[in-house]
């Protein structure tokens, strides 16, 4: 059974860094991508990062592009997401996803990629 389990958000702080890890019980993890969607209160899931699984090419949405750094560590099946000058609209429930086929050479098309999802974690902004 596939379990994904985000690491707990926490407070943010404008200009801050927060780093969310996503740790899976998945067989042959470095062979699946994984992704990070987020939703906002009242807004739709959006993916935020991805990594590939065969060459660890990423992907991140445009409002992120510079803050984020999404990384995997296979000897740990353990993906991160290290977010950086952190702003306002930062603040939602994260989730990590994972899939044998998404993001490839780096594309993203749509979280319906993505088989197994986690829980999800909440990030807040402190101001």
């Known amino acids: 059974q596939v379990q994904l389990v985000e690491s707990e958000g926490g407070l943010a702080q404008p200009g801050g860094s927060l780093t969310l890890s996503c740790a899976a019980s998945?067989?042959?993890?470095?062979?699946?991508?994984i992704g990070w969607f987020r939703q906002a209160p009242g807004k739709e899931r959006e993916g935020v990062s991805c990594?590939?699984?065969?060459?660890?090419?990423?992907w991140y949405t445009d409002s992120v592009k510079g803050r984020f750094i999404i990384s995997r560590d296979n000897a740990k099946n353990t993906v991160y997401l290290q977010m950086n000058n952190l702003k306002p609209e930062d603040t939602a429930v994260y989730y990590c996803?994972?899939?044998?086929?998404?993001?490839?050479?780096?594309?993203?098309?749509?979280?319906?990629?993505?088989?197994?999802w986690g829980r999800g974690t909440q990030v807040t902004f402190s101001s």
């Open positions: 990594i590939s699984s065969t060459d660890n090419s990423t």
């Open positions: 998945i067989n042959a993890f470095e062979h699946y991508a």
């Open positions: 996803a994972a899939d044998y086929w998404a993001c490839a050479r780096g594309t993203y098309y749509g979280d319906y990629e993505y088989e197994y």
